[in-house]
């Protein structure tokens, strides 16, 4: 059974820095790995994705302040966010897909201002 596991939330002030990582259990191949956020009273939208062969979809309102990264031999995806700003306040999930799709169970992100 494929579980995904994050780590790497917490609390920070605006301006600073937090890296999220996601590791993924069992022998299994991901096509994408990714993550989203879901702030309270809002949909959950894509952050950033990456694909096997390091293409990468990151959203507008993150670009050039997030970094994705994936290690396909680990199975694990990482997300660097830098100058955090309080509208990055959300749960954040670590998601991951083949013909199936796999979420986590969501990490606390609260940036204070």
């Known amino acids: 059974q494929v579980q995904l596991m994050e780590s790497g939330g917490g609390l920070v002030q605006a301006g600073g820095s937090l890296r999220l990582s996601c590791a993924a259990s069992?022998?299994?191949?991901?096509?994408?790995m990714g993550w989203y956020r879901q702030a309270p009273g809002k949909q959950r939208e894509l952050v950033a994705v990456?694909?096997?062969?390091?293409?990468?979809n990151v959203a507008d309102s993150v670009k050039g302040r997030f970094t994705i990264s994936r290690d396909n031999a680990k199975n694990t995806v990482d997300l660097q966010m830098n100058s955090l700003e309080p509208e990055d306040t959300a749960v954040y999930y670590c998601?991951?897909?083949?013909?199936?799709?796999?979420w986590g169970r969501g990490t606390q992100v609260t940036v204070s201002s």
């Open positions: 998601n991951a897909k083949n013909r199936y799709t796999y």
């Open positions: 069992g022998f299994v191949r991901f096509d994408a």
């Open positions: 990456i694909t096997r062969g390091d293409n990468t």
